[in-house]
């Protein structure tokens, strides 16, 4: 999820211009808004899944209702601030909200720990990735795109060697044949 998240907000500019046109290059914005709140949306769907095998579906059905509200709620305040970036700030901040909710309430009811230190290579890895590549520009955004999108698929596996032990082991087999 990390990788993929960077890469969009590495590639979100020159892509909106590539698929729509310049008119929609101030979009990006709301582009990468949407998939930083998939990173949440992903914790709390796969958090949800565990929460419903635990057969506590009360609690899924209050953390969509809470997330809706806050969505709603925070839409209203924030539109006619804002205008669609407004809509977008509404989305993020109720999904971050729904994910800490359900993270909290779920720690006490799962019978499992997850301290997410084994997803530190991946992020460090990531984020070496949108930093390497997300300042790339060619002048032409379909060659920007193209050139963020192929340095990215070299940087990110490089540095994920580098950086984790579990990764290089897992990649030697595959090397050695």
């Not at 290059?25 to 635990?54: D, K, P, Q």
């Not at 700030?89 to 779920?106: D, E, G, R």
């Not at 340095?151 to 060697?161: C, E, R, S, T, Y």
């Amino acid at each position: 999820m990390m990788p993929m998240l960077a890469g969009i907000q590495a590639v979100a500019e020159p892509l909106i211009v590539f698929l729509s046109g310049e008119i929609y290059r101030e979009s990006a914005g709301i582009l990468r808004l949407n998939f930083f709140a998939s990173l949440f949306w992903g914790v709390t769907s796969t958090i949800a899944i565990a929460v419903l095998i635990a057969k506590r579906t009360r609690l899924k059905r209050n953390v969509v209702w809470f997330a809706t509200v806050a969505n709603v709620a925070l839409a209203v305040v924030l539109v006619p601030r804002f205008g669609i970036q407004g809509a977008a700030y509404a989305f993020v901040a109720s999904t971050v909200l729904s994910c800490a909710f359900l993270c909290v309430v779920a720690h006490g009811i799962l019978p499992m720990r997850i301290w997410g230190l084994y997803l530190v290579p991946s992020i460090a890895a990531s984020v070496g990735m949108y930093l390497a590549v997300s300042w790339i520009d060619v002048g032409v955004p379909a060659l920007t795109l193209l050139v963020r999108v192929a340095g990215g698929a070299i940087v990110f596996p490089a540095l994920l060697l580098a950086l984790d032990a579990e990764a290089r082991r897992e990649v030697r087999p595959v090397l050695a044949k």
